[in-house]
């Protein structure tokens, strides 16, 4: 089992900035990609970014250029640092685990960008 709890959410204006984290423990391999989704009201969730232990990385393209997914893999902790964040960034963000064919999430947190 994987557990993962995720922190950094809230409000932010629009043009504003959060960096959210997600710590992962339990049983951890190596080899094994950590990412974010994202579900906004009446949306199904979607991937944000997702980034192997390689360090190959993924975007969708909506956060291309805005937002940075990062790793310490010595600390089994990714990040994701959101800029210039949009009101159409507003989501409940779920950090993701996977490794070979189990999927884990943690509890989500809420991304409310307004004015």
């Known amino acids: 089992q994987v557990q993962l709890v995720e922190s950094g959410g809230g409000l932010v204006q629009p043009g504003g900035s959060l960096r959210l984290s997600c710590a992962a423990s339990?049983?951890?391999?190596?080899?094994?990609?950590m990412g974010w989704y994202r579900q906004a009201p009446g949306k199904q969730r979607e991937l944000v970014a997702r980034?192997?232990?390689?360090?190959?990385?993924y975007y969708a393209d909506s956060v291309k250029g805005r937002f940075t997914i990062s790793r310490d893999n010595a600390k089994n902790t990714v990040y994701l640092q959101m800029n210039s964040l949009k009101p159409e960034d507003t989501a409940v963000y779920y950090c993701?685990?996977?490794?070979?064919?189990?999927?884990?999430w943690g509890q989500g947190t809420q991304v409310t960008v307004s004015s």
């Open positions: 993701n685990y996977y490794y070979m064919g189990s999927n884990y």
């Open positions: 980034k192997w232990s390689g360090g190959t990385t």
């Open positions: 339990g049983s951890i391999f190596s080899t094994n990609v």
